[in-house]
Nanobody, 121 residues
Framework: QPQLVESGGGLVQPGGSLRLSCAASGSAFSINAMGWYRQAPGKQRELVAAITWGGSADYADSVKGRFTISRDNAKNTVYLQMSSLKLEDTAVYYC???????????????WGQGTLVTVSS
């Protein structure tokens, strides 16, 4: 039932910045953690950053110091602020949520549709 809707992708020059947003919609769920994954053509999907709803964050080594993940618990939304973007950051970025269904107390994983980030001059 819950859906993740992403926004903020686009074309940016090397060294530039973008902010991605992902909002979880629906009812009868609670969020434990959310994160961002990315997949470049011909490569496997990798975890970029993740954050628990308590605020503990982790980052891939390749983005540490450049990307910042944050969340707005009241809006069920996660953000990824990307700065000092490099050519190798070009990928489709996917939002992910780890949830609990409140009616059954069962676990649920949800994925966004993906948003394309292209870093090019």
């Amino acid at each position: 039932q819950p859906q993740l809707v992403e926004s903020g992708g686009g074309l940016v020059q090397p060294g530039g910045s973008l902010r991605l947003s992902c909002a979880a919609s629906g009812s009868a769920f609670s969020i434990n953690a959310m994160g961002w994954y990315r997949q470049a053509p011909g490569k496997q999907r990798e975890l970029v950053a993740a954050i628990t709803w308590g605020g503990s964050a982790d980052y891939a080594d390749s983005v540490k110091g450049r990307f910042t993940i944050s969340r707005d618990n009241a809006k069920n939304t996660v953000y990824l602020q990307m700065s000092s973007l490099k050519l190798e950051d070009t990928a489709v970025y996917y939002c992910h949520a780890e949830m609990v269904v409140t009616t059954t107390l069962g676990p649920l994983d949800a994925w966004g549709q993906g948003t394309l980030v292209t870093v090019s001059s």
